[in-house]
């Protein structure tokens, strides 16, 4: 079973981009809700999170231009993109990391390109 992650696209340094990962109420419960990003060339990293309490944590290098919400109506999890920066390109991916590790498969991810 994987989630599925959409929106992703090509934008100019500064723009902004919106993604969607269809998720249940379900998966919610499981654990930390993520957005990954892997990179050209590297690992892929947790970029946001939304723990079952609704608390959130990005890292460092999005905190204060990215957003990761919910909308338990439409069983979706978003990550607003602000400000996007070439740094910010890769392919993200959503899934659900329960004691440390990845509850689902990893999907196909969307592509995010940022050109300076």
């Known amino acids: 079973v994987q989630l599925q992650a959409s929106g992703g696209g090509s934008v100019q340094a500064g723009g902004s981009l919106r993604l969607s990962c269809a998720a249940s109420?379900?998966?919610?419960?499981?654990?930390?809700m993520g957005w990954y990003r892997q990179a050209p060339g590297k690992q892929r990293e947790l970029v946001a999170g939304?723990?079952?309490?609704?608390?959130?944590k990005y890292a460092e290098s999005v905190k204060g231009r990215f957003t990761i919400s919910r909308d338990p109506a439409k069983s979706t999890v978003y990550l607003q993109m602000n400000n996007v920066e070439p740094e910010d390109t890769g392919v993200y991916y959503c899934?659900?990391?329960?004691?440390?590790?990845?509850?689902?498969?990893w999907g196909q991810g969307t592509q995010v390109t940022v050109s300076s």
């Open positions: 899934n659900v990391e329960v004691d440390g590790r990845s509850f689902y498969e």
């Open positions: 109420e379900g998966s919610l419960r499981l654990g930390v």
């Open positions: 939304i723990l079952r309490g609704g608390r959130t």
